[in-house]
């Protein structure tokens, strides 16, 4: 069964940064395009796509992380890191990393917190 788990959510101050892991198991991590997705504490029904990355290494953001955010992944590792940047109040949340389209089970995800 693919299962994904994400580590290294912690508190920040704005401006500062963060690097989020994923660990994948359970399938091919080589053709699996997989994605960060963030949930706000203001919808807690709801995950936004924030960085995709497939497995020759596209890459695609959301337009309110373009240029803070870096989507990367290690084929051999079969991890995937999210270095975030220049964070902002409106970035805390709890970050999830899936397939994308997100078809496999959630994993707990991580929580950031930029505090305002």
């Known amino acids: 069964q693919v299962q994904f788990v994400e580590s290294g959510g912690s508190l920040v101050q704005p401006g500062g940064s963060l690097k989020l892991s994923c660990s994948f198991s359970?399938?091919?991590?080589?053709?699996?395009?997989t994605a960060w997705y963030h949930q706000s504490t203001e919808n807690e029904n709801k995950r936004e796509l924030v960085a995709t990355i497939s497995g020759g290494g596209g890459r695609g953001y959301a337009n309110r992380v373009q240029g803070r955010f870096t989507v990367s992944r290690d084929n051999f590792k079969n991890t995937m890191t999210l270095q975030m940047k220049n964070l902002r109040p409106e970035d805390t949340g709890v970050y999830f990393c899936?397939?994308?389209?997100?078809?496999?089970?959630w994993g707990q995800g991580t929580p950031v917190t930029v505090l305002s």
């Open positions: 359970g399938a091919d991590f080589r053709t699996t395009t």
């Open positions: 899936n397939k994308n389209p997100p078809r496999a089970p």
